[in-house]
């Protein structure tokens, strides 16, 4: 079964990290991503820009609304995701603990709804 790993962290606070952190967790994510690659977990994965360059569409009585920013005010900012395919719900959720902000900010796991 396929999951999404939503990424959360809070953009303000990772700005304050010094070069030296930022550039370690680079390299952990490096490494993380290649360990699901090698396992054949990984599926697809990609860093956000940041919620400032984000525009949120929607469409009321026909008309579309364009809104500069993420569609929600959060103390976490969604920064990336990575789809893997895992067995089951509990191989997902160690594979999305694994990923290095999960120490800083949160993992949403999301099944992927797969039609038949």
């Known amino acids: ?61 026909g008309k579309t609304l364009t809104t500069d920013g993420p569609f929600a005010e959060t103390r976490e900012q969604l920064g990336g995701y990575y789809l893997i395919d895992a067995p089951d719900l509990d191989a997902a959720l160690a594979i999305a603990a694994r990923i290095p902000s999960a120490r800083l900010g949160s993992i949403e796991v999301r099944p992927i709804w797969v039609y038949d």
Do not use: H, W
Request: proline share 3%; charged share 25%; glycine share 4%.
């Open 1 to 61: 079964m396929q999951y999404l790993l939503l990424i959360y962290q809070n953009e303000v606070e990772y700005a304050k990290i010094d070069p030296a952190t930022s550039q370690k967790m680079m390299e952990e994510y490096g490494a993380f991503t290649q360990s699901i690659i090698q396992s054949g977990n990984f599926k697809a994965g990609d860093r956000l820009r940041p919620t400032t360059t984000a525009t949120t569409v929607r469409v009321r009585d």
